[in-house]
């Protein structure tokens, strides 16, 4: 019988000792209190309700957002011996009941419910005649209506302290700015909580943004070298999911769509596939990925501007959960910008909304044009502490190059005035450059001051000084208009010749350079190859005979112990950092019999 947190700890996860506030955080809970935590993916938040609903009398109630995901929660949590269950529309009837009886018998440790399941009466009827012992509010973020992920099914959650206002709660998120978590006490009712807010840096995830020039070979170069890696790539739009997924399938890549539009079975299939096989890459919408328990997803890709950091912080977060090496790579170029313009000027949202949801683009388009180190920037967002120097981003490992661009801003500037503010970026440059075309003649622009005065400069480099104009906010974009670029007051001091202006050359670098440093710690030594391919082979059968994705029966990380120590023996066994009694007891002799046959092959 475990009596402490830290004997459940040892034995049904397999881990010596608890990290960051994860003791004080089960502690208070355990004592009846509520908390507010606020946790960085990969950080060990579900041991902060799974513990204490096993210490605490009765079932610990889990809300979760995605129904899709709650089956291989359930599955991580019957494999290490804890009692689990969901209750969702993917039961039949006659499972429902078993689950419900079960539940009422005080058979089950945790019970994973979707917010709208959770507030149904006949639900809230069930749970009166159960003993709780906690509810636990994951992705707490959703409930915020000035948050990057809103569910308005989060909203009827306040009905959980007003029912049960005794059983003690708990919020949990990866992802909330100072904001965000006011608004998640004020709308739960947690005013009395305790809060626990750990650091936001997930040092082992490597930062890389990039100018959009040709986004696919950018992405294959990118590739390079990961073909047995799993990952993910966020595209903006369904077209350029499904676009992307069959292009990459075609360079040989194992690569699914996944999107909205898609069926509900054509999603759980491709989720199931990710999350079972090895070197799987989805490309998805940001539809996909919350509270997704894949720990080795080695990079994020970006093809196209997340609209705030909240969601950049979010959906990078998906990699390297682990603790292993991993990349969070994006491309970007103006047109995104112009594209999220638009999106949020044609939403029927309130004007304060949208003026929240712009300083949130901004923001989002800082991190991408900074010339320091990306991650000081992206963990200031959240009022967190940070290096002056994190050594692992692109910004601190190839410093960016800057040029004085006063007289090119003069130049564009100039142009965009004198043809009248009216035309795009296309128009723009061809007036700078000097071509000579049926519009440039229509409209007479052949006789401007500015027409041919770009020509020393490329049309690449115009486009990027553009760019970094808007971003800068010497620059609009019409973006209810036809995408005309506008003059803002601030340029007019660039103009006047009062202020310089330095901007970051834009390299189209080749970026296998840039993530040599971020493999080192995932690569298996050549000599201890073999070994290493039979104990994920073991494992693989495993997950195939109890029907679970492979890293439920052990992480990488446990696996890449078990290399180095080469435990032969059930007591050197539960050494390794992952083993607990269960997972022993269940498959720990068929490692100990691959490691001693490894052994006795190369005496």
């Given at each position: 019988?475990?009596?402490?947190?830290?004997?459940?700890?040892?034995?049904?996860?397999?881990?010596?000792?608890?990290?960051?506030?994860?003791?004080?955080?089960?502690?208070?809970?355990?004592?009846?209190?509520?908390?507010?935590?606020?946790?960085?993916?990969?950080?060990?938040?579900?041991?902060?309700?799974?513990?204490?609903?096993?210490?605490?009398?009765?079932?610990?109630?889990?809300?979760?957002?995605?129904?899709?995901?709650?089956?291989?929660?359930?599955?991580?949590?019957?494999?290490?011996?804890?009692?689990?269950?969901?209750?969702?529309?993917?039961?039949?009837?006659?499972?429902?009941?078993?689950?419900?009886?079960?539940?009422?018998?005080?058979?089950?440790?945790?019970?994973?419910?979707?917010?709208?399941?959770?507030?149904q009466q006949s639900t809230?009827?069930?749970?009166?005649?159960?003993?709780?012992?906690?509810?636990?509010?994951?992705?707490?973020?959703?409930?915020?209506?000035?948050?990057?992920?809103?569910?308005?099914?989060?909203?009827?959650?306040?009905?959980?302290?007003?029912?049960?206002?005794?059983?003690?709660?708990?919020?949990?998120?990866?992802?909330?700015?100072?904001?965000?978590?006011?608004?998640?006490?004020?709308?739960?009712?947690?005013?009395?909580?305790?809060?626990?807010?750990?650091?936001?840096?997930?040092?082992?995830?490597?930062?890389?943004?990039?100018?959009?020039?040709?986004?696919?070979?950018?992405?294959?170069?990118?590739?390079?070298?990961?073909?047995?890696?799993?990952?993910?790539?966020?595209?903006?739009?369904?077209?350029?999911?499904?676009?992307?997924?069959?292009?990459?399938?075609?360079?040989?890549?194992?690569?699914?769509?996944?999107?909205?539009?898609?069926?509900?079975?054509?999603?759980?299939?491709?989720?199931?596939?990710?999350?079972?096989?090895?070197?799987?890459?989805?490309?998805?919408?940001?539809?996909?990925?919350?509270?997704?328990?894949?720990?080795?997803?080695?990079?994020?890709?970006?093809?196209?501007?997340?609209?705030?950091?909240?969601?950049?912080?979010?959906?990078?977060?998906?990699?390297?959960?682990?603790?292993?090496?991993?990349?969070?790579?994006?491309?970007?170029?103006?047109?995104?910008?112009?594209?999220?313009?638009?999106?949020?000027?044609?939403?029927?949202?309130?004007?304060?909304?949208?003026?929240?949801?712009?300083?949130?683009?901004?923001?989002?388009?800082?991190?991408?044009?900074?010339?320091?180190?990306?991650?000081?920037?992206?963990?200031?967002?959240?009022?967190?502490?940070?290096?002056?120097?994190?050594?692992?981003?692109?910004?601190?490992?190839?410093?960016?190059?800057?040029?004085?661009?006063?007289?090119?801003?003069?130049?564009?500037?100039?142009?965009?005035?004198?043809?009248?503010?009216?035309?795009?970026?296309?128009?723009?440059?061809?007036?700078?450059?000097?071509?000579?075309?049926?519009?440039i003649r229509q409209f007479?622009?052949?006789?401007?001051?500015?027409?041919?005065?770009?020509?020393?400069?490329?049309?690449a480099q115009w486009r990027?000084?553009?760019?970094?104009?808007?971003?800068?906010?010497?620059?609009?974009?019409?973006?209810?208009?036809?995408?005309?670029?506008?003059?803002?007051?601030?340029?007019?001091?660039?103009?006047?010749?009062?202020?310089?202006?330095?901007?970051?050359?834009?390299?189209?670098?080749?970026?296998?350079?840039?993530?040599?440093?971020?493999?080192?710690?995932?690569?298996?030594?050549?000599?201890?190859?073999?070994?290493?391919?039979?104990?994920?082979?073991?494992?693989?059968?495993?997950?195939?005979?109890?029907?679970?994705?492979?890293?439920?029966?052990?992480?990488?990380?446990?696996?890449?112990?078990?290399?180095?120590?080469?435990?032969?023996?059930?007591?050197?066994?539960?050494?390794?950092?992952?083993?607990?009694?269960?997972?022993?007891?269940?498959?720990?002799?068929?490692?100990?019999?691959?490691?001693?046959?490894?052994?006795?092959?190369?005496?």
């Amino acid at each position: 019988m475990q009596n402490t947190p830290l004997d459940i700890l040892k034995e049904i996860y397999g881990y010596d000792s608890f990290r960051g506030h994860q003791a004080d955080i089960i502690d208070a809970v355990v004592a009846g209190s509520d908390a507010l935590v606020l946790m960085p993916t990969g950080g060990g938040k579900s041991l902060c309700y799974q513990i204490p609903s096993l210490l605490r009398n009765g079932v610990g109630i889990i809300i979760s957002p995605l129904i899709a995901l709650m089956q291989d929660q359930v599955d991580a949590m019957q494999q290490v011996g804890v009692h689990a269950a969901f209750l969702n529309s993917t039961l039949s009837f006659s499972e429902q009941q078993l689950i419900e009886q079960q539940l009422r018998d005080g058979q089950l440790d945790l019970l994973y419910l979707a917010p709208e399941r959770l507030i149904q009466q006949s639900t809230l009827q069930l749970l009166h005649q159960c003993e709780l012992a906690l509810f636990a509010i994951d992705e707490a973020h959703c409930v915020s209506q000035w948050g990057h992920d809103f569910r308005s099914d989060y909203l009827s959650l306040n009905i959980l302290n007003d029912q049960f206002p005794s059983v003690p709660r708990v919020a949990l998120t990866a992802t909330a700015d100072q904001r965000t978590r006011e608004e998640i006490i004020q709308r739960l009712q947690l005013v009395g909580a305790q809060s626990f807010v750990s650091g936001f840096d997930r040092s082992n995830i490597r930062y890389a943004i990039a100018n959009k020039t040709s986004a696919k070979k950018q992405l294959l170069a990118f590739l390079q070298g990961r073909k047995e890696q799993a990952g993910i790539v966020y595209c903006l739009s369904r077209k350029k999911v499904e676009g992307t997924a069959a292009w990459l399938s075609g360079q040989g890549f194992t690569a699914l769509p996944y999107h909205a539009g898609l069926s509900a079975e054509m999603r759980a299939y491709h989720q199931s596939r990710f999350l079972r096989e090895d070197g799987v890459i989805i490309v998805a919408t940001i539809a996909f990925g919350m509270g997704i328990d894949k720990p080795d997803v080695r990079f994020v890709a970006h093809l196209d501007l997340p609209k705030s950091i909240e969601a950049y912080y979010q959906e990078t977060g998906r990699a390297g959960r682990d603790g292993q090496s991993a990349e969070a790579w994006m491309v970007y170029g103006l047109q995104d910008v112009v594209r999220l313009q638009q999106m949020q000027a044609g939403s029927n949202a309130s004007e304060q909304f949208k003026r929240s949801e712009r300083h949130k683009l901004d923001a989002m388009l800082g991190l991408c044009e900074v010339t320091g180190c990306r991650r000081q920037v992206l963990l200031n967002y959240f009022d967190d502490e940070a290096p002056d120097h994190c050594g692992n981003c692109d910004n601190c490992q190839i410093p960016p190059e800057t040029w004085d661009a006063t007289e090119a801003a003069q130049k564009v500037l100039s142009c965009i005035y004198r043809t009248g503010q009216r035309f795009g970026v296309v128009h723009v440059l061809d007036v700078l450059l000097g071509k000579d075309n049926e519009k440039i003649r229509q409209f007479g622009h052949q006789q401007l001051s500015t027409y041919g005065i770009g020509k020393t400069i490329s049309e690449a480099q115009w486009r990027s000084v553009i760019r970094q104009l808007v971003v800068r906010g010497l620059l609009r974009v019409d973006v209810e208009g036809f995408g005309a670029l506008q003059l803002t007051d601030q340029c007019r001091s660039i103009l006047k010749g009062e202020k310089s202006l330095s901007l970051r050359k834009d390299i189209v670098d080749a970026p296998n350079k840039l993530t040599k440093k971020s493999t080192r710690k995932t690569a298996v030594m050549p000599e201890d190859q073999t070994l290493w391919d039979e104990l994920r082979a073991c494992r693989k059968q495993l997950a195939d005979e109890f029907n679970v994705p492979p890293y439920v029966i052990f992480h990488d990380a446990t696996l890449k112990e078990m290399l180095e120590h080469r435990p032969m023996s059930r007591m050197d066994m539960l050494t390794i950092t992952g083993v607990g009694q269960s997972k022993l007891d269940k498959y720990g002799n068929e490692f100990i019999d691959v490691i001693c046959s490894h052994a006795e092959a190369n005496v």
